[in-house]
């Protein structure tokens, strides 16, 4: 039994460690997580934002480890000193629906262009979003163009490459 514990807590630390150091690492990767294709740097800065709770712009061993340990204190749901399979599936599921609502949130803001709480027709539609596109204005979008628009945006957020149809580009 007492095995298990400890296997259970072992488990359960690797993986949020594992999870806190992707994050912490894809920070300091930069905005383009080293690929160079200019992806992901809004949610870096953001996770940066979190971590670094001193504002000295970098994150320390102490914000990082009271990070983790924040994490498992909130994954150890029944307080016995371990987080379970379920438990971890559970503070999992939870930081993701949070993640989603702020996504969601954000796009309906870039959305709602005039911010008057409604999106229209013309809002969602992305307003000038093919003209914009369209750098040589031959009523064309070729694949270069697709390509340099892409570089200014992020993917999951807007961008011409976000094939999953789940977020719609920023309005203007």
Request: hydrophobic share 45%; net charge negative.
């Given at each position: 039994m007492?095995?298990?514990?400890?296997?259970t807590a072992l488990v359960a630390g690797v993986a949020l460690t594992t999870g806190a150091l992707t994050g912490i690492g894809a920070a300091f990767a930069g905005p383009d997580h080293g690929r160079g294709d200019g992806h992901g740097g809004r949610s870096h800065d953001r996770m940066l934002e979190k971590l670094d709770t001193d504002k000295d712009g970098a994150v320390s061993k102490a914000e990082f480890e009271a990070k983790r340990n924040a994490d498992f204190t909130a994954a150890d749901t029944n307080k016995d000193g371990n987080v379970s399979a379920a438990e971890l599936s559970a503070f999992h599921e939870k930081k993701m629906a949070e993640r989603k609502a702020e996504r969601e949130k954000r796009m309906y803001d870039r959305l709602d262009a005039n911010k008057d709480g409604k999106v229209t027709k013309?809002?969602?539609?992305?307003?000038?979003m093919f003209d914009r596109m369209d750098t040589n204005k031959d009523g064309k979008i070729a694949a270069d163009e697709m390509m340099a628009h892409g570089k200014g945006s992020h993917r999951g957020h807007g961008g011409p490459d976000d094939a999953d149809g789940q977020d719609m580009p920023p309005a203007e």
């Open positions: 007492a095995n298990k514990v400890l296997i013309g809002e969602f539609e992305g307003a000038g």
